[in-house]
């Protein structure tokens, strides 16, 4: 009887050691991207190669809880894999119809500490990067634990140039990107991109960041990059109760830019549809009463400069329907503007005007013209005020046939005040689970989203469809205020960094490029045809026509690119790219045969040809663009363009002559 269990012993312990040396494999479905995951030393690690080529070298993998030592790995074990090939379709968006096409794999990784003894972590393998994340399903249920550290790592093969700011700085994500080799990068938001000597391009973030930190990069001076979880007052990451899944990681791979724009793994990651039919959401373009406050024309408090005074929004009306424009959006009508309010920002009222701004007959004076106002909900970071008032507010809202709420919280990073008096980042658990709540919510009366200074974008307009835009980059505003303004680079950087999350409110279209400023870094620092350019390049459902009415209509014949662009697309396409140089791209019209153009240069003048593949077979278009003039610059003569008009079919090339700080922007129109 002693020697049986020695010997059944003997086979368990031989059945461990098995099962930690396994390794196991997925390849992409067209075998491009493969990815192995193994146990050794008391780590689970994962690496990636493309082609067969090592691209990302063996990583570590898991979490570290409060009150327990990091957890060694023992074993890999119960290997299942599936293979997914299906479309769907947006009810909005960049692209109509999506492929999902992936491998799945998902391995349980035995640890020596209770909360890590069993953890699923799931693969997912796609021919353009790979997405996983982790599955505690060992926790019982209901069972608190903190998250104190993600170990995740992401080592990429080789030199690499890197494009990212500083992370948890009091501005958020406003900042200007820097382009070093990435052994320099220290603390890092993502996405964040990487162009390697060896002609592959990674990009790093996150898909369906729910109830969880946002997820930060922390370089070591080697190249390696670690998450790093945005942390809560008392210094954890996340609380949570068992069981529970984290966000997925995502990784990008592709030979060009245009290869990681052109991804959709962050959309794929995400659980479909929740909402059913969002019909009542219409993607357009809108004006506003915002530009002119600042410009510091008008006031967002009460007093005769007031600009949110029932007259002027009238007027804002009055041209929207004139020249087609869904929506008027008006900043700073409630009542808590006055003073330093971001410093007060639990006195605004989400529900009570200004004396000199009559919501109800304004909202039917906007209907009788087939114009809608578009909400403003501005907290000043305020969350447990404007938490008491959501539901009000969003009733409102809905009353008064309101269907899209942009809300912003202007504060210092780190200087959100919660319910029990803790300082919280802007992207913590705590505002990803406020941002939630107000999607919630807002989905409930049937209205949608556009968050400024919001948590990134990681893809869940896929399950929340009203959740329609974001800002989250530094955006047109900066070109008013000359601190300094936006360099011409920034604009041929976003579509590889922080568009690769999702739509921004970006507020295109300004002709009036020096608004009364001298100096070139106070100015806008673009031509006039780039402003154009941006509603092609710049993706969003809903798109500002951000300028004065008054400078639209000095130039009429500019102002018609931006009346005909729609803003949402059958597909769309990277035609070519450089970060930090220059980028072309081409969307087709929603449910029509129109495709648009929009090629958008840094600071040195350029000449590309592009070839017109994309249009259809057969057909022939009237390619309607709108250019650089001969003598544009961005720096000495901004506002000149040529409009033009020719014949053209998929065989031709266009020469695409590309002014300092310049653009193009074309519209081809199907000849019938």
Not at 174 to 198: C, F, H, I, S, W
Not at 600 to 620: C, H, V
């Amino acid at each position: 009887m002693r020697l049986r269990r020695a010997a059944v012993s003997l086979a368990v312990l031989a059945h461990g050691i098995a099962a930690a040396e396994a390794r196991e494999c997925a390849q992409s479905p067209g075998k491009v991207i493969e990815l192995c995951v193994d146990v050794h030393d008391g780590r689970a690690v994962y690496e990636v190669s493309r082609h067969g080529v090592p691209v990302l070298a063996p990583g570590e993998l898991g979490l570290s809880f409060q009150g327990e030592q990091v957890a060694r790995f023992t074993a890999l074990a119960n290997p299942r894999r599936a293979s997914v090939d299906a479309s769907w379709e947006q009810p909005w968006g960049e692209q109509r119809v999506i492929r999902d096409r992936h491998n799945e794999l998902v391995v349980t990784l035995a640890g020596d500490t209770p909360l890590n003894r069993a953890v699923d972590i799931t693969f997912r393998v796609f021919d353009d990067g790979i997405g996983l994340r982790y599955g505690y399903g060992g926790i019982p249920a209901g069972q608190p634990v903190k998250v104190i550290a993600d170990r995740t790592q992401f080592r990429p093969v080789g030199r690499n140039q890197a494009w990212w700011y500083q992370a948890l700085g009091q501005e958020r994500d406003e900042y200007l990107y820097t382009q070093t080799d990435a052994r320099r990068v220290t603390l890092a938001e993502t996405p964040l991109t990487l162009k390697g000597d060896n002609g592959v391009y990674l990009s790093f973030h996150e898909a369906a960041l729910i109830d969880f930190p946002s997820m930060l990069l922390a370089g070591n001076g080697t190249g390696t990059l670690t998450a790093s979880l945005m942390p809560a007052p008392d210094g954890s990451a996340a609380e949570k109760t068992g069981p529970f899944t984290t966000p997925w990681r995502t990784v990008l791979i592709g030979d060009s830019p245009a290869a990681l724009a052109d991804s959709r793994i962050e959309l794929n990651l995400n659980a479909p549809n929740k909402l059913g039919d969002v019909s009542w959401f219409k993607p357009g373009k809108y004006i506003g009463i915002w530009w002119e406050m600042h410009l510091n024309h008008a006031t967002w408090g009460s007093g005769w400069r007031h600009g949110a005074n029932t007259a002027n929004v009238k007027r804002h009306i009055d041209f929207a329907a004139k020249h087609g424009f869904g929506g008027v959006l008006v900043e700073g009508w409630n009542q808590g503007w006055d003073g330093e309010w971001i410093a007060n920002g639990e006195k605004f009222s989400f529900t009570r005007a200004y004396p000199d701004f009559d919501a109800s007959a304004l909202a039917t004076y906007a209907r009788g013209k087939g114009v809608r106002l578009i909400g403003h909900n501005e907290t000043a970071g305020a969350v447990e005020n404007y938490e008491a008032q959501l539901e009000d507010a969003m009733a409102m809202y809905a009353k008064l046939g309101v269907d899209v709420v942009k809300t912003g919280y202007v504060r210092h990073s780190g200087e959100i005040v919660d319910a029990a008096g803790g300082k919280q980042w802007f992207a913590g658990q705590y505002m990803v689970r406020h941002h939630q709540r107000v999607a919630e919510i807002a989905a409930k009366h049937r209205i949608a989203i556009d968050a400024h200074e919001p948590v990134k974008d990681t893809g869940l307009r896929r399950t929340w469809p009203n959740l329609i835009s974001r800002e989250g980059a530094r955006g047109q505003e900066f070109n008013a205020w000359g601190v300094p303004t936006n360099p011409p680079e920034h604009l041929t950087i976003l579509p590889f960094t922080r568009m690769l999350a999702g739509p921004m409110d970006f507020t295109p279209g300004i002709f009036d490029l020096a608004h009364g400023q001298t100096e070139l870094t106070r100015r806008v620092q673009s031509t006039l045809a780039t402003q154009l350019a941006e509603y092609v390049v710049l993706y969003s459902p809903v798109q500002m026509a951000a300028d004065l009415p008054e400078n639209y209509e000095a130039r009429p014949d500019a102002f018609q690119f931006i009346k005909d662009v729609p803003t949402d697309w059958e597909q769309s396409r990277t035609l070519q790219a450089e970060i930090g140089d220059y980028v072309v791209v081409a969307r087709q019209e929603r449910g029509g045969e129109d495709w648009y153009l929009g090629a958008i240069n840094d600071e040195n003048a350029r000449a590309l040809r592009q070839p017109l593949t994309f249009l259809s077979p057969g057909a022939r278009y009237e390619a309607q663009i709108y250019a650089d003039g001969a003598q544009a610059d961005y720096r000495t003569n901004p506002q000149a363009y040529r409009i033009e008009k020719r014949i053209v079919t998929r065989a031709d090339v266009l020469d695409l002559s590309l002014a300092a700080g310049g653009g193009t922007a074309i519209r081809f129109r199907q000849l019938r």
